[in-house]
């Protein structure tokens, strides 16, 4: 798949997520301020902290798909961890405020929830429009490899879960156990933190420039070696920014060789390595043996 393909589809899933945050929004605005579910007011704070997450999101994709210019000339590639960063801030707030709204309604206040039924209606289309967009996100990520989507996507994971939650909480008040409503809402505070330190340390670990995996740097060893001429392969170095990895490494050459031929190896080799990784930027050295 081209880059132009992969920008389009990263484009649509992000405006997607916006349109599908904004979607629950309202329903469950309209839900909540008629069964006062606690566990569903945590899913109204999801959904909106979905909203702001999808938002950052969107411009994050369209500033990481901005071909590179004079002051960024390896591209905008690390717009889309910045992101991340700031999904997780958000994650982290609303879960920590959910959180001490569950133990103060378990201490003071544990009011009997009304209208449940439309409470369920309103879960089951949140679930609905929920799951048709995580599919269309899981499809965007397998074909990009985005991050931003990636995070973006963890978002409506949980919400999927708290959905689902919400549901358990409406039912079981409906037979007489309201307390379920708050305990439901602190697991998935506790939920959403966790999920929080996993987004941080991807992000932390492109934004250092973290190497491609074990597998890939071999497969690309393995390509420069398949080239006729390369005596061996040393010094690689590897990091990946936005949808672009970047790629550096010495190739041992016999030293009899012309430049042009040397030259020609190192194409070779290059071109090898661009089969697998279209989109790669490559530099190569080439050293006499």
């Known amino acids: 798949m081209d880059l132009a393909l992969r920008s389009r589809l990263m484009t649509y899933a992000s405006i997607a997520s916006v349109a599908t ?10 839900a909540w301020t008629m069964t006062g579910s606690l566990s569903l007011l945590a899913t109204l704070v999801d959904s909106v902290m979905d909203a702001f997450a999808s938002l950052i999101t969107l411009v994050a994709v369209r ?34 405020v959910l959180f001490l709204q569950a133990i103060k309604r378990l201490v003071s206040d544990n009011t009997p929830l009304v209208n449940e039924n439309i409470g369920i209606a309103v879960m089951v289309i ?16 397998r074909c990009t490899g985005s991050t931003a989507i990636a995070a973006d996507a963890m978002h409506y994971k949980v919400d999927l879960l708290t959905n689902t939650a919400v549901i358990v909480a409406l039912v079981t ?32 670990q492109h934004l250092m420039d973290h190497s491609l995996p074990v597998e890939q740097l071999q497969e690309i060893e393995r ?10 392969v040393h010094e690689i170095r590897t990091r990946v920014s936005g949808q672009i990895p970047f790629i550096q490494m010495h190739l041992d050459l016999s030293g009899d ?3 042009r031929e040397a030259h020609e190896i190192g194409y070779q080799a290059k071109q090898s390595v ?6 790669a930027d490559i530099i190569i050295h080439l050293d006499p043996d």
């Open 21 to 30: 945050a904004v979607l629950l929004i309202v329903v469950k605005i309209i």
């Open 63 to 96: 500033i990481s798909l901005t071909p590179a210019d004079d002051e960024h000339r390896f591209g905008h590639g690390k717009a889309e961890y910045l992101s991340v960063l700031m999904q997780a801030a958000f994650i982290s707030g609303s879960a920590i």
């Open 126 to 141: 949140s679930i609905s429009a929920t799951t048709a967009l995580l599919i269309f996100q899981r499809y965007v990520v």
């Open 173 to 204: 008040s409906a037979y007489g156990y309201s307390s379920m409503d708050s305990f439901l809402t602190i697991a998935i505070a506790v939920y959403m933190l966790t999920g929080v330190v996993r987004l941080v340390w991807e992000a932390i």
């Open 223 to 232: 390509r420069c070696l398949s080239v006729e001429g390369v005596i061996s």
């Open 257 to 259: 060789l012309t430049l």
């Open 274 to 279: 661009l089969e697998w990784l279209p989109d």
